[in-house]
């Protein structure tokens, strides 16, 4: 399982930066499509539990993930002044450690005291994840930041 997803974070970080750019525009594009990889995967594992279905769709996730993290830092770097740089990239890394406890925490909740499967914990994130695909969507292309971005 560790060899899965440490192969596809570094094959999903080549793919995701294969073509040289790194245009705002692009990145916010490529992360974007990374979301919905990331989505679906959640909602393919709440397909089955077999060893192959989990590992395929882990792949598929890592690789999403990879890109994501990778470009909205990079988007941090060239988007926010340089003498507050330091501080968001912090409060960045300090919401993503706090939101790796939370989710266990959320997850464990759903299995413990609402009674939910395994499966069915999954298909909720993936639910979820295609909710924030939307809302992304929705803000990158009807907000004025977001058009900007993506002209």
């Known amino acids: 399982m560790l060899a899965v997803f440490a192969n596809s974070c570094g094959q999903g970080s080549l793919q995701g930066g294969e073509s040289g750019e790194v245009e705002p525009r692009y990145m916010v594009q490529a992360s974007f499509v990374s979301?919905?990889?990331?989505?679906?995967?959640?909602?393919?594992?709440?397909?089955?539990?077999?060893?192959?279905?989990?590992?395929?769709?882990?792949?598929?996730r890592s690789a999403g993930s990879a890109v994501l993290w990778v470009y909205s830092s990079v988007l941090l770097q060239i988007l926010v002044k340089p003498e507050v740089l330091g501080r968001v990239i912090a409060i960045e890394f300090a919401l993503a450690v706090g939101n790796e406890g939370l989710?266990?925490?959320?997850?464990?909740?759903?299995?413990?005291?609402?009674k939910l499967g395994v499966l069915q914990v999954c298909m909720c994130v993936g639910v979820l994840g295609w909710d924030l695909f939307c809302g992304l969507g929705f803000y990158v292309y009807k907000s004025w930041w977001g058009r900007m971005l993506i002209s």
């Open 35 to 60: 979301v919905a990889f990331i989505a679906t995967s959640f909602l393919g594992m709440s397909m089955s539990t077999a060893l192959s279905n989990v590992l395929l769709w882990t792949y598929i």
């Open 103 to 114: 989710s266990s925490f959320v997850a464990a909740f759903a299995i413990d005291e609402v």
